[in-house]
């Protein structure tokens, strides 16, 4: 695993850069989606509390960043051809796609394996794995037509460590991990793209706070200092870099 970047871009280094933002309503997906505004880029937002998108919209606009947009599919009940037509939607409504940021995460109650139902499992999957890779899927056309594509996921340490009782979520962010690396090899010599993970680790985040309700919060790391290398891996300085987990 390569280590977080630390250092900071130029204020420019997004600008003119379309990128579409999972899990933008909350967490380090919206505090992302400031961020990446903040440095040029047009962000659209996807989540599933529309109050909550409306509300990063109307910051990002408040801070005279380019107009964002907001792409409406609940990535745990989206069927094929919603996710299908996504080319489209950004097609007629932003025009182009430079990145893709997934930060949308399900996790199931922590337990034993044995305790997870049928539904556990699909909506595990569904959030974490198939969803990133039918959203990747759809936006490499309009990566293709805008010459480059970065995708970011965003794993988890349990996906490494597989921690009894960590259940189908860690096991849903292992198969993300294996999946990062298939596409990466894929892609590799035949196009353009890149795609690399982050595994963020112990940051006071949303939810962290769901899994561990009892931490002391403010003695963990801020999910700001996860944005250098978000950034990074979304800018042109990195465009040679593929395949890798960051954290």
């Known amino acids: 695993m390569k280590p977080l970047i630390q250092s900071s871009l130029h204020k420019d280094a997004l600008v003119d850069k379309t990128i579409l933002i999972t899990g933008a309503s909350s967490g380090l997906g919206r505090t992302l989606a400031y961020e990446c505004a903040n440095h040029g880029a047009t962000v659209i937002l996807n989540g ?90 759809s936006c490499e056309p309009l990566f293709e037509a805008s010459g480059s594509g970065s995708v970011i996921l965003t794993s988890d340490s349990h996906a490494t460590t597989l921690d009894a009782y960590w259940g189908g979520y860690a096991i849903s962010k292992s198969a993300l991990n294996a999946y990062s690396i298939l596409q990466s090899n894929e892609w590799k010599n035949e196009k353009p793209f890149r795609i690399n993970v982050v595994t963020p680790g112990p940051i006071n985040s949303p939810l962290r706070s769901k899994t561990h309700p009892g931490e002391e919060r403010n003695q963990l790391r801020s999910m700001e200092s996860l944005l250098p290398t978000y950034l990074y891996l979304m800018s042109d300085l990195s465009v040679e870099i593929s395949g890798e987990n960051f954290g």
């Not at 107009?67 to 069927?79: F, N, T």
């Not at 097609?91 to 539904?119: D, F, K, M, W, Y």
Request: hydrophobic content about 40%; aromatic content about 4%; overall charge negative.
């Open 48 to 137: 599933t509390n529309i109050d909550a998108l409306n509300q990063t919209y109307d910051h990002i606009l408040s801070m005279d960043n380019p107009e964002p947009a907001i792409l409406e599919l609940d990535l745990r009940k989206g069927e094929e051809h919603e996710f299908k037509a996504i080319t489209n939607v950004i097609q007629t409504n932003v025009g182009e796609l430079h990145g893709l940021i997934h930060c949308a995460t399900h996790i199931s109650e922590l337990g034993s394996i044995r305790h997870l139902r049928l539904t556990d499992w699909q909506d595990l999957m569904k959030v974490n794995v198939i969803a990133p890779a039918l959203l990747t899927q």
